[in-house]
């Protein structure tokens, strides 16, 4: 019953809807009427848009082009859907798209998508100081008395017919106050070619003079239907309809700090960092910085992250900043990028997660545990992470290379003899592997190394160095990399080979200070030079309420960390704040259950919506396990991070520090949260110990500065748990 009801009322507002655009139509068409020079196709094109004005959007008609003598801009609009600069072309002959260029009539007309395009980049430049991302302002050509839909490069080729529902699929962007700021910039950039105001409500205006150019012959009364030339009413009340449900885009998506908008416009004569503590909006610049590459280029992008979630997170961001370019972007985890780009070239790979951890268990019974790795550290997880991290994430083949190697983000101090049972444990290992033709990660990438460099890989593909081939591989126009200190130096050298030193080509997104896997590398050893303008650093904390961030700091102040440049950074930081509102409440219980409990009733006392906008999040795979108990039996909904992709569903999300990487949430819950964060024991702590304890920090600080609004830390009083580490993200 309540579904009829709703689709009546719906039925209801689409016909008062059709109504209100047939009035409203009828008296721009009335307006536009007036616009002497202008053709009668281009007058109902301008109808459809004075429509809007009536709406609150901003028109200016006919306008100057600076710089130039002759050259004028059509239109610009401004509106809640963001800003569109306008070419109406009148052309008798149908519009084509061939390739990537634009026909009519038999004849090629690239000129004109030129000049649009280069005019909108004037627009986008006055613009940025505003903080207006370039990503909002868009090119439109629109071809009166046609229907047409087609893009051509970063302009929307559109038919009179198509125009109207483009406009209104738009979103919410702007709101009002920002549209007559935007409307007035953009005023006083393109001048009127006589006195004109910013375009008021076509209603408004009834008894004024119109906004059409000098001269050209008037047109006799059209009637109301003539007016509405192939405007598609029905199509239009749809898209207004669906407009009308939706929630309005967050601000980041449109507005950047100017700082930001620039850096997404800045052209960079070859590979570029941009760096900057948690929070500071390095991921919103990149997105933007794609979005705007992908529609100012021909080419496809690719935006890679190590963590297999934050791809499907920042797919669906890149959706709602930028449809119409969002297919022109893949986004990938790394490792499925390399798994899926062999696969597509007929390379078999095996990769098989637990055979290849039964592969590494062999050999640490066979070779590891007898000799003298277990005095320096007893946990074979930790000589494991030697090899993936260190030996194999740096591609190193030859054991004089691992000698003499500096084992970045690794404190026990090897001697020679203790590299030499590494070396052995490692071919141990290797051998295993080959045996039952397994792949893991670091073959896949290496394999992919070598594919992209122009060679065979080998069909073992353990390392890579060295191995610079021919026929480099160039599959993408650019390669965006975020949270890049988690990369292997393979992994860099992967992504750097798929485009170069190319201009515009690699961006390298990140914070040493956030790592979150042992092991590291420098930019120099992966052959890749940034210098000058092409290193930039964020320091705005966009996120974290001042609270939130203070007890984050606090856990890595001691911490020195060394970027991906090399330079070594005191682990507290200057960050300039929003001064946000946040709080931290810490709940000290007697018991692991008493603890639970609490951490129970805070859920509980949250609202659908205030849940479904909140964080659990653990350090260990176990404690997730927990929890999902926990919860499920307490009835609360939970949403692993797992299958999370940054669209609104509802339950907690729960998941490891490891995961929650990138994401942000208005609420985070850490029980047990200092655990492991302290080397555990009254003795003195081992090199090792205190690695762990150090990393474990660094996850908490990650895990802590994903919280907005509020976070809830959790811990038990007087347990000394052992240190531990997150389980692979
Ligand atoms: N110009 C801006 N205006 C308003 N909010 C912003 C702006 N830039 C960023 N933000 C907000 O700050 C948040 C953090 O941005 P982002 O995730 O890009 O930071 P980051 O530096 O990549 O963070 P981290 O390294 O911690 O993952 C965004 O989700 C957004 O809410």
């Given at each position: 019953m309540a579904a009829g009801n709703s689709a009546a009322r719906r039925a209801q507002q689409a016909r008062r809807q059709e109504r209100l655009l047939r009035e409203q139509l009828r008296a721009a068409g009335a307006e536009a009427r007036r616009w002497e020079a202008a053709s009668e196709g281009e007058r109902r094109v301008a109808a459809q848009l004075l429509a809007f004005t009536e709406r609150g959007w901003r028109l200016l008609v006919d306008r100057r082009w600076p710089g130039t003598r002759a050259a004028n801009v059509d239109m610009l609009l401004v509106g809640q859907g963001g800003v569109f600069v306008?070419?109406?072309k009148n052309w008798r002959a149908a519009p084509?798209?061939?390739?990537?260029?634009?026909?009519a009539g038999g004849q090629p007309r690239d000129e004109h998508a030129r000049k649009l395009a280069r005019v909108t980049g004037v627009a986008e430049g006055a613009l940025v100081a505003l903080g207006l991302s370039p990503v909002a302002v868009r090119p439109l050509m629109v071809f009166a008395g046609?229907?047409?839909?087609?893009?051509?490069?970063?302009?929307?080729?559109?038919?009179?017919a198509e125009l109207a529902p483009y406009l209104w699929r738009q979103g919410k962007r702007l709101p009002p106050a920002r549209v007559r700021a935007v409307a007035e910039r953009l005023a006083e950039v393109f001048p009127a070619y006589r006195p004109a105001a910013v375009s008021e409500p076509a209603r408004r205006r009834a008894?004024?003079?119109?906004?059409?150019?000098?001269?050209?012959?008037?047109?006799?009364?059209?009637?109301?239907?003539?007016?509405?030339?192939l405007f598609d009413v029905a199509a239009v009340r749809d898209a207004a309809l669906a407009d009308a449900l939706a929630a309005p885009i967050e601000r980041w998506m449109t507005f950047l700090h100017s700082d930001q908008a620039s850096l997404v416009r800045r052209d960079w004569a070859g590979p570029a960092r941009i760096s900057g503590p948690a929070g500071t909006g390095k991921t919103v610049v990149a997105l933007?910085?794609?979005?705007?590459?992908?529609?100012?280029?021909?080419?496809?992008?690719?935006?890679?992250t190590f963590a297999n979630n934050l791809p499907r997170v920042q797919r669906t961001f890149l959706r709602t900043l930028a449809p119409s370019v969002a297919d022109r972007v893949e986004f990938s985890s790394l490792h499925a990028w390399a798994g899926e780009y062999l696969r597509a070239r007929g390379v078999a790979v095996n990769l098989r997660g637990d055979a290849a951890e039964a592969a590494f268990g062999k050999a640490w019974f066979e070779v590891g545990r007898h000799g003298r790795l277990p005095e320096i550290d007893r946990s074979p997880q930790y000589w494991r992470d030697e090899i993936h991290h260190v030996i194999k994430g740096r591609g190193l083949t030859g054991f004089e290379q691992y000698a003499t190697v500096r084992r970045l983000r690794r404190r026990t101090a090897l001697r020679r003899a203790d590299r030499e049972a590494v070396w052995e444990l490692y071919e141990a290992y290797e051998r295993r592997r080959a045996e039952r033709g397994l792949h893991d990660f670091n073959d896949v990438l290496a394999m992919a190394l070598e594919r992209v460099r122009g060679g065979a890989p080998a069909a073992g593909a353990a390392g890579t160095a060295g191995t610079a081939g021919t026929a480099g591989e160039r599959p993408y126009r650019a390669v965006v990399v975020d949270e890049v200190q988690d990369l292997t130096l393979v992994g860099v050298r992967l992504l750097h080979a798929l485009v170069g030193d190319a201009p515009n080509g690699l961006l390298l997104v990140g914070d040493g200070q956030q790592a979150v896997y042992p092991g590291g590398f420098r930019l120099a050893e992966a052959g890749v030079d940034i210098r000058g303008d092409r290193a930039q650093v964020l320091r705005r904390n966009y996120r974290n309420g001042h609270e939130i961030l203070r007890a984050a700091m606090a856990v890595v102040a001691d911490d020195t960390f060394e970027d991906i440049d090399g330079e070594r950074t005191p682990g507290r930081r200057e960050v300039d704040l929003e001064y946000r509102d946040g709080a931290v409440v810490r709940v000290v219980a007697p018991s692991p259950g008493e603890q639970d409990r609490e951490l129970l009733d805070a859920l509980r006392a949250l609202t659908p919506d205030e849940l479904a906008d909140a964080a659990l999040l653990c350090a260990s795979k176990r404690a997730i396990d927990h929890y999902q108990r926990l919860l499920a039996r307490a009835g609360v909904p939970v949403c692993p991070l797992e299958g999370y992709a940054g669209s609104a569903v509802p339950g907690v999300k729960l998941g490891s520090y490891r995961r929650a990487k990138g994401l942000e949430f208005k609420r985070v819950f850490l029980p047990h949260h200092d655990e492991g964060t302290v080397p555990a024991g009254d003795g003195e702590p081992s090199d090792a110990d205190r690695e762990r304890a150090e990393l474990a920090r660094g996850q908490?600080?990650?895990?802590?500065?994903?919280a907005r609004d509020l976070l809830w830390l959790g811990s038990v009083k007087g347990t000394a748990a052992p240190p531990r580490v997150a389980p692979p993200g």
């Amino acid at each position: 019953m309540a579904a009829g009801n709703s689709a009546a009322r719906r039925a209801q507002q689409a016909r008062r809807q059709e109504r209100l655009l047939r009035e409203q139509l009828r008296a721009a068409g009335a307006e536009a009427r007036r616009w002497e020079a202008a053709s009668e196709g281009e007058r109902r094109v301008a109808a459809q848009l004075l429509a809007f004005t009536e709406r609150g959007w901003r028109l200016l008609v006919d306008r100057r082009w600076p710089g130039t003598r002759a050259a004028n801009v059509d239109m610009l609009l401004v509106g809640q859907g963001g800003v569109f600069v306008l070419d109406v072309k009148n052309w008798r002959a149908a519009p084509e798209v061939r390739g990537d260029a634009l026909w009519a009539g038999g004849q090629p007309r690239d000129e004109h998508a030129r000049k649009l395009a280069r005019v909108t980049g004037v627009a986008e430049g006055a613009l940025v100081a505003l903080g207006l991302s370039p990503v909002a302002v868009r090119p439109l050509m629109v071809f009166a008395g046609h229907r047409f839909a087609a893009r051509l490069g970063p302009i929307d080729l559109l038919g009179e017919a198509e125009l109207a529902p483009y406009l209104w699929r738009q979103g919410k962007r702007l709101p009002p106050a920002r549209v007559r700021a935007v409307a007035e910039r953009l005023a006083e950039v393109f001048p009127a070619y006589r006195p004109a105001a910013v375009s008021e409500p076509a209603r408004r205006r009834a008894a004024a003079p119109g906004p059409g150019g000098p001269g050209g012959p008037a047109v006799g009364s059209a009637g109301a239907d003539e007016a509405l030339g192939l405007f598609d009413v029905a199509a239009v009340r749809d898209a207004a309809l669906a407009d009308a449900l939706a929630a309005p885009i967050e601000r980041w998506m449109t507005f950047l700090h100017s700082d930001q908008a620039s850096l997404v416009r800045r052209d960079w004569a070859g590979p570029a960092r941009i760096s900057g503590p948690a929070g500071t909006g390095k991921t919103v610049v990149a997105l933007h910085r794609a979005a705007r590459l992908a529609r100012s280029t021909n080419g496809r992008l690719l935006y890679v992250t190590f963590a297999n979630n934050l791809p499907r997170v920042q797919r669906t961001f890149l959706r709602t900043l930028a449809p119409s370019v969002a297919d022109r972007v893949e986004f990938s985890s790394l490792h499925a990028w390399a798994g899926e780009y062999l696969r597509a070239r007929g390379v078999a790979v095996n990769l098989r997660g637990d055979a290849a951890e039964a592969a590494f268990g062999k050999a640490w019974f066979e070779v590891g545990r007898h000799g003298r790795l277990p005095e320096i550290d007893r946990s074979p997880q930790y000589w494991r992470d030697e090899i993936h991290h260190v030996i194999k994430g740096r591609g190193l083949t030859g054991f004089e290379q691992y000698a003499t190697v500096r084992r970045l983000r690794r404190r026990t101090a090897l001697r020679r003899a203790d590299r030499e049972a590494v070396w052995e444990l490692y071919e141990a290992y290797e051998r295993r592997r080959a045996e039952r033709g397994l792949h893991d990660f670091n073959d896949v990438l290496a394999m992919a190394l070598e594919r992209v460099r122009g060679g065979a890989p080998a069909a073992g593909a353990a390392g890579t160095a060295g191995t610079a081939g021919t026929a480099g591989e160039r599959p993408y126009r650019a390669v965006v990399v975020d949270e890049v200190q988690d990369l292997t130096l393979v992994g860099v050298r992967l992504l750097h080979a798929l485009v170069g030193d190319a201009p515009n080509g690699l961006l390298l997104v990140g914070d040493g200070q956030q790592a979150v896997y042992p092991g590291g590398f420098r930019l120099a050893e992966a052959g890749v030079d940034i210098r000058g303008d092409r290193a930039q650093v964020l320091r705005r904390n966009y996120r974290n309420g001042h609270e939130i961030l203070r007890a984050a700091m606090a856990v890595v102040a001691d911490d020195t960390f060394e970027d991906i440049d090399g330079e070594r950074t005191p682990g507290r930081r200057e960050v300039d704040l929003e001064y946000r509102d946040g709080a931290v409440v810490r709940v000290v219980a007697p018991s692991p259950g008493e603890q639970d409990r609490e951490l129970l009733d805070a859920l509980r006392a949250l609202t659908p919506d205030e849940l479904a906008d909140a964080a659990l999040l653990c350090a260990s795979k176990r404690a997730i396990d927990h929890y999902q108990r926990l919860l499920a039996r307490a009835g609360v909904p939970v949403c692993p991070l797992e299958g999370y992709a940054g669209s609104a569903v509802p339950g907690v999300k729960l998941g490891s520090y490891r995961r929650a990487k990138g994401l942000e949430f208005k609420r985070v819950f850490l029980p047990h949260h200092d655990e492991g964060t302290v080397p555990a024991g009254d003795g003195e702590p081992s090199d090792a110990d205190r690695e762990r304890a150090e990393l474990a920090r660094g996850q908490l600080f990650v895990a802590m500065t994903r919280a907005r609004d509020l976070l809830w830390l959790g811990s038990v009083k007087g347990t000394a748990a052992p240190p531990r580490v997150a389980p692979p993200g």
